[in-house]
């Protein structure tokens, strides 16, 4: 979309008209900025972008293909899916979840489809289809947009009992506004939240999420490539696991199991520096189930070698690396298997213990846990409590979700509550 500089209203001319900045181009500013448009034509409506770009990382999301939302049965399988921010959804999904993200999307001609493990992209697995959508909805709407503008403050400005906002940019002078829409995405330090805390809203201390494990050991190195569809992996001293696929990659662990227990554990695991055991279970079965599956292996083939017994649903090289592991010789006859070695496979099979030493962004994947503290939030209207005519959305917020389209579904959500909540002003 073409930048365009706007004209300036004087506070007074504002009583009568409503003028919305939202701050930053974004997924979520985007939308609140088009359902705005949507509900209430004759506002004015201009969103401020710091960078000469808009919807930068939507264009990279999903590997390019941009995973717009999840396929979820109802509104509580889809909260399940947020570590941060599943209480301050209920409502928000209530209104606007995934059915009426799907609806908006294919009404406006993005067709959309499912993946096998629930994930919804574009039919033409690209996010540009996705970005060129927005830009041209809120083009469409008229919706303007001020590139390489980046608010450094903003001001509340009350007169005569009602709100104005001054807001303040680095490069492009000033704007008034009626409304504000912070739509900023996370940060990672906690003062690039300077701006929103000097306006009194609570920020929670940001920390990643959404990481895969560095592991110092060649051995597993040498695995890499290879992965189990439904692994299990638990932190030591962390009260719950996760299961889900998982990879052996040439600097540790990823994959959704790993992904997952990084962003349950994001704050965990950042008070421990990222160093910690962790105990990977290469099936997702009960100790007894393992251990009934591997005697009746060994009962119906007491004469192969260990080597060749191999797991269901456990690669050849990992099955091999078990065994080492479990200082077994893999020529040895499975009949032959000692009490001690049976025992050491299966330890290894559902605990292999690895030291975790950092961590590794995922595919340049990542998000923020952190942000505005939701307690300063009202989830009927996503606006500051203690401001008027003050609202958030998407990233900044202390709400993130795992990978799979949450975070993006939680963007569209927050926006569209703002949008109605502005339009009926
Ligand atoms: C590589 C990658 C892939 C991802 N893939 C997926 C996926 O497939 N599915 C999914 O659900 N989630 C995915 N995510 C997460 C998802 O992209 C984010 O949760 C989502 O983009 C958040 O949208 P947002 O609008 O809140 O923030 P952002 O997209 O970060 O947008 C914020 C905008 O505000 C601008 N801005 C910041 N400060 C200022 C300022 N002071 N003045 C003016 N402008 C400002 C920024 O420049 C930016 O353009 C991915 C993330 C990454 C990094």
């Not at 504000?180 to 995405?185: H, I, N």
């Not at 300077?194 to 560095?214: K, Q, R």
């Not at 389209?405 to 959500?413: E, M, R, T, Y």
């Not at 703002?418 to 009926?424: D, F, G, S």
Request: hydrophobic share 40%.
């Amino acid at each position: 979309m073409e930048s365009r500089r706007v004209q300036k209203l004087s506070i007074d001319q504002m009583n009568e008209n409503k003028r919305v900045i939202v701050i930053g181009a974004g997924a979520s500013g985007y939308f609140a900025a088009i359902r705005i448009k949507e509900l209430c034509p004759t506002a004015e409506v201009v969103i401020m972008e710091k960078t000469g770009k808009t919807l930068t990382k939507l264009r990279i999301s999903g590997g390019g293909r941009c995973n717009v939302t999840h396929d979820v049965t109802g509104n509580a399988q889809l909260l399940e899916h947020y570590p941060r921010g599943k209480n301050f959804l209920k409502k928000v999904f209530y209104r606007w979840g995934v059915p009426e993200t799907r609806d908006w999307f294919e009404k406006n001609g993005v067709e959309l489809k499912v993946e096998e493990d629930g994930r919804i992209f574009p039919v033409s697995d690209s996010s540009e289809t996705v970005a060129q959508l927005l830009e041209w909805r809120a083009k469409k709407l008229g919706v303007e947009l001020m590139l390489n503008s980046s608010v450094v403050t903003i001001v509340p400005m009350p007169k005569d009992g009602f709100y104005r906002w001054q807001i303040n940019t680095n490069t492009s002078g000033s704007e008034m506004a009626t409304d504000v829409v912070m739509a900023m995405g996370g940060f990672p330090k906690l003062s690039q939240y300077n701006m929103i805390a000097s306006l009194g809203v609570e920020i929670v201390t940001p920390v990643p999420s959404l990481f895969t494990f560095n592991i110092n050991e060649t051995t597993l190195h040498d695995l890499h490539g290879v992965s189990v569809v439904d692994a299990r992996v638990k932190l030591v001293g962390y009260p719950e696991s996760y299961n889900g696929p998982l990879m052996v990659t040439h600097w540790g662990i990823s994959g959704p199991a790993v992904l997952k227990t990084s962003a349950w554990a994001a704050r965990w695991l950042n008070e421990k520096a990222y160093v910690n055991t962790v105990l990977v279970s290469w099936v997702n079965l009960s100790e007894e189930e393992l251990r009934q599956q591997l005697n009746e292996n060994i009962r119906s083939n007491p004469k192969k070698m260990i080597s060749n017994l191999g797991l269901d649903g456990v690669p050849k090289r990992l099955w091999d690396f078990i065994i080492s592991r479990a200082e077994t010789p893999v020529n040895k006859q499975s009949a032959d298997l000692s009490k001690y070695e049976f025992n050491k496979i299966v330890e290894n099979v559902i605990r292999m213990p690895f030291e975790v030493d950092g961590k590794t962004t995922f595919k340049e994947e990542f998000v923020t846990a952190g942000g505005i503290s939701l307690t300063s939030v009202d989830s009927n209207t996503m606006a500051i409590k203690s401001q008027q005519g003050l609202y958030a959305t998407g990233e900044v917020l202390d709400i993130d979700g795992v990978t799979g389209g949450f975070n993006f579904q939680a963007a569209w959500s927050t926006a569209a509550i703002l949008a109605e909540a502005i339009a009926k002003q």
